[in-house]
């Protein structure tokens, strides 16, 4: 299974950016998709998350301006970010918690993709 992120660059404080994420290989399912991001010097942190049924969690830095989406169909998974700040900046990565099928049996992992850049200038 691989995630395939796109859509990270460099955009003034107050513009916008759409993160792609888009999994593919052995998938039987896909459960939680989410994204987390990790500025220098900073741990990994979440910052929204969507389950296969549509629910939301978002960290509380970002309510209001982030939103994040799913395509089942496609398996893919989209964070739309708005009034985005200096702050924000910070590598991306998608996470999937992904149901493959081998055989008979079914096997359940974690995966994540490779980050994405977000650079948000003042």
């Known amino acids: 299974v691989q995630l395939v992120e796109s859509g990270g660059g460099l955009v003034q404080s107050g513009g916008s950016l759409r993160l792609s994420c888009a999994a593919s290989?052995?998938?039987?399912?896909?459960?939680?998709m989410g994204w987390y991001r990790q500025a220098p010097g900073k741990q990994r942190e979440l910052v929204a998350a969507?389950?296969?049924?549509?629910?939301?969690n978002y960290a509380d830095s970002v309510k209001g301006r982030f939103t994040i989406s799913r395509d089942n169909a496609k398996n893919t998974v989209y964070l739309q970010m708005n009034s985005l700040k200096p702050e924000d900046t910070a590598v991306y990565y998608c996470?999937?918690?992904?149901?493959?099928?081998?055989?008979?049996?079914?096997?359940?992992?974690?995966?994540w993709g490779q980050g994405t850049q977000v650079t948000v200038s003042s």
């Open positions: 996470n999937a918690d992904v149901v493959s099928l081998v055989g008979w049996s079914s096997h359940r992992n974690d995966y």
């Open positions: 290989g052995s998938i039987f399912s896909i459960n939680a």
């Open positions: 969507i389950t296969s049924g549509g629910s939301t």
